[in-house]
């Protein structure tokens, strides 16, 4: 069986059990029977893509009867498809295992057990297709199987708003690939992949595509300023399939991107780098911004994507400047830091979404300020939750670190590129993805800090467990995967080769011959990084400070009561919450992004009411853009609305006038 044959047999497989879970209906064995099926499907998958990524053969393709009549449905399976197919299969895989135990606790399981393998075939699908027609399919197949799965719990509140705003923003993702598709196939009309790489674009059509593309894939990836579902949909589904959202899905718009952009428009334009490097920076520190003034779990984690998918899209615009002034070995740099940062973010996003799922399971809350003190509750949990945040903080020796290493390396090469626009602006790029950095270490501090350490701030926390085995079985091997990837990352920049050859024509260096497993960007001289000798060094270095703490320190120790600003019955609600955490951030930036407004009501001596202190937070992109186009459409569909109650003469006349109208059109047009 070829290698893609063998990955449309388990998008049958995930079909069919999408089928057997509208039979099995309420039944008490569907959870477990759908998600330990849907595991193995998944894990059939995903080995079945590594071994096709690894064993570096050449594409195979599959033809099927359906589709359009003079087209048929093409599949394929090439380097680029079969290492997001590794993404894809490893988050449904982990997923699934999670869902084993989390689904037990979901009030309506029944409503989201057909779709969650849908969802995952949708995405392997729209990966695997070779024709436009069957991408848009399998898109739009893809984008109703998750809008179900944020509807699964739609009478919760928000829940019905998030999944209709995500289902417009979807529709209007759609159109958009819909007329980059068309603009590629051109008048010839052949919407196969391969008569689309063949064929000659011009400037202009190349132009429009680009637009188009960070229009349809950037919606879904959630590129500001389309990202308004992500805050919405991401916090109204179940928290497993929030980490597919997040960690994998986010990842198929991003492979659209790359396989238009890349592959079949062939060479791109300095320009074009341009416009993705601005959009990507913006995403990056808009999202972590976004994320530092939350104090919800999941919306906090969604906003946090797209500081992540911000940094993916920088470094895929570098790529794109590299690859169109001919620095093949800093192209292939920037291209490979992308896709490691995509696997990596699958990794700790997935696990920090399934850390918010076990912490909303025990507790019920996602509000931070209600939480606390849950590392003496939940210690496996906040073990591997401290994992995530550090990986996603980008600190050493985990994976977060790695990814956004190699991607300012690349930003070091840009005094090569020629054009002197790229010269200054991928410094200022180079300095917006340091600060979305150093935000984002400010901003899982706040995260951890708020809802593990400290004192419990109310019942729930208070009365908290520890989650299943299932669901911890899941996170933990998320977690060893981020310390893996982190200490040893040029087994994954070698894996990552053959896709780079593939879309580009170069490689980075191999690294799996260099000492002690060190990677080696472009060159020694240059600037290496080993991540085991960096675990090797934080471990030793923790180690003897805390043998000598407790060697010669202990006789001096003493405990007591904490200090509480003078006031010795400090409270749990005294502590540092996560809106007090954001304070000097929000003072810093909130008057110019977020329109900040700080409401005190300060009762005069005497009177017992309590002080009150309430902050106005304005999303500018909402209010902007969204706001106006929702009420501009609803006064025309008022006016329109009058349509509907007019006279049989007026329709006559009014088709009438359209009728003439179009054929004055078309006689001027020919």
């Known amino acids: 069986m070829s290698a893609v044959a063998l990955q449309m047999v388990c998008v049958a497989g995930l079909l069919g059990l999408a089928v057997l879970a509208i039979v099995l209906g309420r039944s008490k064995i569907s959870t477990a029977v759908i998600y330990g099926a849907t595991l193995a499907v998944s894990a059939i998958a995903w080995a079945g893509a590594l071994r096709s990524l690894l064993g570096g053969a050449d594409a195979t393709a599959l033809t099927l009867p359906v589709g359009l009549p003079w087209l048929g449905a093409h599949f394929r399976l090439d380097a680029l498809a079969s290492f997001f197919l590794v993404v894809i299969n490893l988050g449904g895989a982990s997923a699934s295992l999670y869902g084993l135990g989390y689904g037990h606790?979901?009030?309506?399981?029944?409503?989201?057990?057909?779709?969650?393998?849908?969802?995952?075939?949708?995405?392997?699908?729209?990966?695997?297709?070779?024709?436009?027609?069957?991408?848009?399919?399998?898109?739009?197949?893809?984008?109703?199987?998750?809008?179900?799965?944020?509807?699964?719990?739609?009478?919760?509140?928000?829940?019905a708003k998030a999944g209709y705003v995500y289902l417009v923003m979807a529709s209007f993702g759609t159109l958009a690939l819909l007329l980059a598709f068309g603009l590629l196939a051109g008048p010839a009309g052949d919407y196969g992949f391969a008569a689309i790489r063949a064929a000659q674009h011009t400037p202009y059509a190349a132009t429009l595509v680009l637009i188009l593309m960070l229009l349809g894939a950037g919606s879904k990836a959630g590129l500001v300023p389309l990202h308004v579902w992500l805050p919405l949909a991401h916090p109204a589904a179940p928290s497993h399939v929030s980490a597919l959202m997040s960690g994998v899905m986010t990842k198929v718009a991003i492979y659209g991107f790359i396989r238009v952009m890349f592959d079949l428009l062939g060479q791109p334009n300095w320009l074009a780098s341009v416009v993705v490097l601005f959009l990507g920076s913006i995403t990056a520190v808009m999202g972590i911004l976004y994320a530092m003034m939350e104090k919800d779990l999941k919306r906090l984690l969604a906003y946090s994507t797209i500081e992540n998918i911000g940094i993916v899209f920088v470094s895929l615009g570098l790529a794109m400047a590299f690859q169109a002034n001919g620095l093949k070995a800093a192209a292939a740099l920037a291209f490979t830091a992308a896709l490691f940062h995509a696997l990596n973010h699958s990794f700790f996003k997935s696990l920090l979404f399934f850390g918010a799922g076990a912490v909303l399971t025990a507790t019920g809350e996602r509000d931070m300020d209600k939480l606390g003190g849950l590392i003496h509750r939940m210690p496996f949990t906040s073990f591997v939750v401290l994992v995530g945040c550090v990986a996603i903080s980008a600190l050493p020796p985990f994976n977060g670190f790695v990814s956004e290493w190699l991607i300012f390396q690349a930003v070091l090469q840009s005094p090569e590129l020629p054009q002197w626009a790229l010269k200054i602006m991928v410094p200022a790029v180079g300095a917006m993805l340091a600060l979305a950095a150093a935000l984002a270490a400010a901003c899982f501090v706040k995260t951890y800090g708020v809802t593990f350490l400290g004192r419990p701030r109310g019942v729930a926390a208070e009365t908290a467990g520890e989650v299943d085995r299932f669901s911890l079985a899941a996170m933990f091997i998320l977690a060893a995967l981020c310390l893996?990837?982190?200490?040893?990352?040029?087994?994954?920049?070698?894996?990552?080769?053959?896709?780079?050859?593939?879309i580009l024509g170069s490689r980075m260096p191999a690294q799996t011959g260099q000492a002690w497993l060190s990677i080696v960007p472009i060159a020694e001289s240059r600037s290496s990084y080993n991540g085991l000798l960096v675990m090797m060094f934080i471990t030793a270095a923790a180690s003897l400070a805390v043998y000598f703490i407790h060697r010669f320190a202990s006789h001096a120790l003493r405990r007591g009561p904490a200090w509480g600003c003078g006031f010795s019955d400090a409270t749990p609600a005294a502590q540092y919450s996560a809106v007090s955490f954001a304070q000097p951030i929000r003072r810093v930036f909130g008057t110019l992004v977020f329109h900040a407004r700080d409401h005190v009501t300060m009762p005069p001596p005497g009177d017992l009411r309590p002080a009150r202190l309430r902050i106005e937070l304005h999303d500018l992109v909402w209010s902007g853009i969204y706001a106006p186009i929702a009420d501009a459409l609803g006064f025309l569909s008022t006016r329109l609305n009058r349509l509907q109650f007019l006279t049989i003469r007026r329709y006559l006349s009014l088709v009438f006038a359209t009728l003439v109208t179009l054929l004055l059109v078309l006689a001027i047009w020919s």
């Not at 849908?118 to 809008?147: K, P, R, T």
């Open 105 to 159: 606790h979901d009030p309506a399981p029944h409503r989201v057990l057909p779709f969650f393998p849908a969802f995952l075939a949708g995405m392997n699908l729209v990966v695997l297709a070779d024709d436009a027609f069957s991408y848009l399919l399998c898109w739009e197949f893809m984008s109703l199987a998750s809008w179900a799965l944020v509807m699964a719990h739609h009478r919760e509140r928000g829940n």
């Open 484 to 502: 893996l990837a982190g200490i040893l990352p040029g087994l994954a920049i070698d894996a990552l080769a053959p896709v780079a050859t593939q």
